[in-house]
């Protein structure tokens, strides 16, 4: 009795476990721009292609840096590859590159600096101000009579 009891338990555990690998196995990729980057060797090669064939620049960039490939390759990939700077910059910045990384491998892949400030500037956030160099203030001195001029923090 005791060995058939042992057996139906081992048996019980055996199919427990093969229902549960079954279950947790790992998902396939739902998509194939996933699938692409499972069976892909040289992530360069395949940004440049996947761009070729005119997927989103910023979508590219952003999940190919989420997928764990180094943001630096990345930008550099999407740059040779002819994409849209702007859409390169705003994918790497919202995967989590800093901007210092971005603009230089931008550069380094051979965007014109420009474009590369202008695309950071858009992707930030960020608004260029309206007039260049310093605000004049007005200031009163003692006596009573005002001047203007332009406050400096060398007289700190």
């Known amino acids: 009795m005791r060995k058939k009891n042992g057996f139906i338990v081992c048996f019980i555990f055996a199919l427990s476990l093969l229902v549960s690998s079954t279950v947790f196995a790992a998902e396939p990729p739902k998509d194939t ?47 040779e590859g002819n994409g849209n700077l702007q859409q390169i910059m705003a994918g790497a910045l919202e995967a989590g590159a800093t901007s210092d990384v971005c603009s230089k491998c931008a550069m380094d892949a051979g965007a014109d600096p420009r474009d590369v400030a202008q695309a950071l500037q858009t992707g930030l956030g960020y608004t260029p101000a309206e ?15 005002p001047s203007g001029g332009v406050l400096s923090s060398s007289g700190f």
Request: proline letters at 3%; aromatic letters at 4%.
């Open 33 to 79: 721009f996933s699938k692409k980057y499972m069976e892909a060797k040289d992530v360069c090669s395949l940004v440049k292609q996947v761009l070729l064939e005119g997927m989103n620049a910023k979508e590219v960039t952003k999940r190919s840096i989420e997928l764990g490939h180094e943001a630096c390759l990345v930008i550099r990939c999407a740059v």
């Open 131 to 145: 007039g260049a160099g310093l605000n004049p203030i007005n200031v009163s001195v003692p006596g009573g009579e």
